[in-house]
């Protein structure tokens, strides 16, 4: 079974400034997703960004990237120029690349609560 | 309205109440899901409804119902709850959840409290 594993419950960030927050995945497959989801306090939970795991480059989505370590079954999510909406929780997420079966699930680490300040 | 929507949005109930909770999605999406999302927990999956047909029952308690009429709307009817239920249940739907890689759209959320 896989697992992810968020391992900052809480972060903060001044605003402007850069922040990383760190996942680390578990996986016996080769072919994978990973994404990373925003649930700011409103609570409706947004795709941020997603990376295949084929692709050796890393995703790029406006502020947010990711440093998609495979071999190290490592995945953060850097927000660069950061800002007061991007205060939220952040969950990393696994979903295998295979069709059928139950392999659409969606596995969930604890999140990362990230706090910007002015 | 668009998205998924879920109502209510806040609920309290006592242990021998009966509610449900709704979920809704205007994408035109086949596939729904029911989340329990608890304080530093994983989110966890607990039903999947795909063309209507449920795909998944992750171990869930008889007291926790759902319930799929059709592609566009989910239920979740609850009876006889427990404290440890108090929760926040997140409605997901996606294009399929069969197949290959379809986004999951999420619901706000009903915040159960059971007392």
């Known amino acids: 079974a896989q697992t992810v594993t968020q391992s900052q419950p809480e972060m903060s960030v001044q605003e402007a400034e850069t922040v990383t927050l760190s996942c680390t995945y578990d996986t016996s497959e080769s072919d994978y997703y990973l994404f990373w989801y925003k649930q700011p306090p409103s609570r409706q939970m947004i795709l941020v960004i997603r990376?295949?795991?084929?692709?050796?480059q890393n995703a790029t989505e406006n502020r947010f990237s990711v440093n998609f370590q495979k071999a190290a079954k490592s995945f953060s999510l850097k927000i660069s120029d950061s800002q007061l909406g991007d205060a939220a929780m952040y969950f990393c997420a696994y979903r295998s690349r295979r069709s059928g079966g139950s392999n659409y699930k969606l596995t969930f680490g604890k999140g990362t609560l990230l706090t910007v300040n002015p | 309205e668009t998205g998924v929507t879920q109502t209510p949005r806040h609920l309290v109930m006592g242990m021998t109440n009966k509610k449900s909770l709704k979920c809704e999605q205007h994408l035109g999406h086949n596939a729904m899901y029911w989340y329990k999302q608890s304080a530093k927990k994983p989110l966890e999956l607990m039903f999947v409804?795909?063309?209507?047909?449920?795909?998944e029952n992750n171990s869930v308690p008889s007291r926790f119902s759902p319930e799929c009429p059709n592609s566009s709307h989910l239920f979740l009817h609850l009876h006889t709850l427990q404290p440890e239920d108090s929760a926040l249940y997140l409605c997901a739907s996606s294009r399929d959840a069969a197949g290959g890689y379809y986004e999951q759209y999420f619901g706000p959320g009903t915040r159960l409290t059971v007392t």
């Open positions: 990376q295949e795991a084929y692709k050796q």
């Open positions: 409804y795909n063309f209507k047909e449920q795909t």
